[in-house]
């Protein structure tokens, strides 16, 4: 009889991992895998499938990305663009052709250049930049890219306990304090128990502890996620500048440019919350030596038109959301010369009071003088 449940316990955790049902089909936490053999700590599970709430579909592919293979190396004469982020650039509840990396790519082809332009979404939900920089450093680079974009939301300066995923935290023995920007102001977390520990491992236990006992979130962790950090220390600051001064370094070692790409957020829409941490990032970016584009303006102006709604929630673009942003985005890259466009493409036209024109204004940072991209290996 024992061996007989055993066996029945085992059959429906292997169907589970084969076949995820339930509400853990529904989260973003039933595409992750733990990998603490690596530095990102985890990751996209290669060939996972699953949907969001409003039945958008999530395919990982065989290499651990929301996105189709890419060759390895890279074919000849072709520009290839990687974007680093979470689930703002991963797409969270919208279609994978409605992502701002996906929307940039068909735009690019569209304009026919005469180059081959390909944009690969790196992006896993829960990252902040020590993941980004861990997972660029150890499998983005292999990609070969002549470019990198890095997209920042505010919450990447908050506790990455946070952010990361849950269910994923609780396997981990252990979360490295550089992952923290201020290790001194770690948020409280309790210790899990053995028992759980060994729950979380299971799909089948995790399956059914989410039916019977569904956690509750803590009001004071809850309140201090969706905090917006618009006013970070000079030491969280330094730990940004060491975590971006990371990829970039990487970056130019294999011979390509990096941008850090800065995502606003809901509440600074309508203006009543300012663009103080905007200011500070470019004025970061200046000094760091890399080109930072500030996306607020942008999803100002659009607002202002009547585009929209162009958040899900606090800081989830939706599809419109991610077309203003590959919008901005296209033009402000390639009025920096960081595409292989003619010069002068996308560069705001300045109107009767000296201002950049309306729909193309976007902040930058000066970073380094433009220059005709040339293509790489």
Same mark, same amino acid.
């Given at each position: 009889?024992?061996?007989?449940?055993? !066996?029945?316990?085992?059959?429906?955790?292997?169907?589970?991992?084969?076949?995820?049902?339930?509400?853990?089909?529904?989260?973003?936490?039933?595409?992750?895998?733990?990998?603490?053999?690596?530095?990102?700590?985890?990751?996209?599970?290669?060939?996972?499938?699953? +949907?969001?709430?409003?039945?958008?579909?999530?395919?990982?592919?065989?290499?651990?990305?929301?996105? #189709?293979?890419?060759?390895?190396?890279?074919?000849?004469?072709?520009?290839?663009?990687?974007?680093?982020?979470? +689930?703002?650039?991963?797409?969270?509840?919208?279609?994978?052709?409605?992502?701002?990396?996906?929307?940039?790519?068909?735009?690019?082809?569209?304009?026919?250049?005469?180059?081959?332009?390909?944009?690969?979404?790196?992006?896993?939900?829960?990252?902040?930049?020590?993941?980004?920089?861990?997972?660029?450093?150890?499998?983005?680079?292999?990609?070969?890219?002549?470019?990198?974009?890095?997209?920042?939301?505010?919450?990447?300066?908050?506790?990455?306990?946070?952010?990361?995923?849950?269910?994923?935290?609780?396997?981990?023995?252990?979360?490295?304090?550089?992952?923290?920007?201020?290790?001194?102001? #770690?948020?409280?977390?309790? !210790?899990? +128990?053995?028992?759980?520990?060994?729950?979380?491992?299971?799909?089948?236990? +995790?399956?059914?502890?989410?039916?019977?006992?569904?956690?509750?979130?803590?009001?004071?962790?809850?309140?201090?996620?969706?905090?917006?950090?618009?006013?970070?220390?000079?030491?969280?600051?330094?730990?940004?500048?060491?975590?971006?001064?990371?990829?970039?370094?990487?970056?130019?070692?294999?011979?390509?440019?990096?941008?850090?790409?800065?995502?606003?957020?809901?509440?600074?829409?309508?203006?009543?919350?300012?663009?103080?941490?905007?200011? #500070?990032?470019?004025?970061?970016?200046?000094?760091?030596?890399?080109?930072?584009?500030?996306?607020?303006?942008?999803?100002?102006?659009? !607002?202002?038109?009547?585009?929209?709604?162009?958040?899900?929630?606090?800081?989830?673009?939706?599809?419109?959301?991610?077309?203003?942003?590959?919008?901005?985005?296209?033009?402000?890259?390639?009025?920096?010369?960081?595409?292989?466009?003619?010069?002068?493409?996308?560069?705001?036209?300045?109107?009767?009071?000296?201002?950049?024109?309306?729909?193309?204004?976007? #902040?930058?940072?000066?970073?380094?003088?433009?220059?005709?991209?040339?293509?790489?290996?």
């Amino acid at each position: 009889m024992l061996l007989g449940v055993a !066996a029945g316990l085992a059959t429906a955790e292997i169907a589970l991992r084969l076949f995820p049902i339930g509400s853990a089909a529904q989260e973003l936490r039933g595409l992750h895998e733990l990998r603490p053999d690596r530095p990102w700590l985890y990751g996209l599970r290669p060939g996972a499938e699953g +949907s969001a709430a409003n039945g958008v579909r999530y395919v990982v592919n065989a290499d651990g990305f929301r996105d #189709r293979r890419y060759a390895r190396p890279k074919p000849p004469r072709t520009f290839r663009i990687v974007v680093l982020g979470d +689930s703002i650039a991963f797409g969270y509840q919208v279609p994978v052709e409605d992502t701002f990396p996906k929307v940039l790519e068909a735009r690019l082809a569209a304009l026919g250049a005469g180059s081959r332009i390909e944009v690969l979404n790196l992006a896993v939900s829960g990252y902040n930049p020590y993941t980004e920089a861990a997972l660029f450093a150890d499998v983005g680079i292999g990609y070969q890219p002549d470019l990198v974009l890095v997209q920042f939301c505010v919450n990447d300066l908050n506790d990455p306990t946070l952010h990361f995923d849950a269910q994923t935290i609780q396997r981990l023995d252990a979360i490295p304090e550089a992952a923290f920007p201020d290790p001194a102001h #770690r948020a409280p977390t309790p !210790a899990p +128990s053995l028992l759980s520990r060994a729950c979380a491992r299971s799909r089948l236990c +995790s399956l059914v502890v989410e039916h019977l006992a569904p956690a509750r979130p803590d009001p004071a962790r809850l309140a201090a996620a969706l905090a917006t950090h618009d006013d970070p220390s000079d030491a969280e600051l330094a730990w940004l500048r060491a975590q971006y001064g990371g990829v970039a370094d990487r970056a130019a070692a294999a011979g390509a440019r990096f941008a850090v790409v800065v995502v606003p957020y809901s509440t600074q829409l309508d203006g009543k919350v300012g663009d103080h941490l905007e200011r #500070r990032l470019v004025a970061l970016g200046d000094e760091a030596g890399w080109v930072t584009i500030d996306l607020l303006p942008a999803f100002r102006e659009a !607002a202002a038109r009547g585009e929209g709604p162009l958040f899900i929630d606090l800081w989830h673009l939706t599809a419109a959301g991610h077309r203003v942003a590959a919008e901005a985005l296209l033009a402000q890259l390639a009025c920096r010369g960081l595409l292989p466009l003619p010069a002068g493409t996308g560069c705001p036209a300045p109107s009767s009071t000296g201002a950049p024109a309306a729909a193309r204004r976007a #902040r930058t940072s000066s970073g380094p003088s433009p220059v005709a991209p040339t293509f790489t290996r």
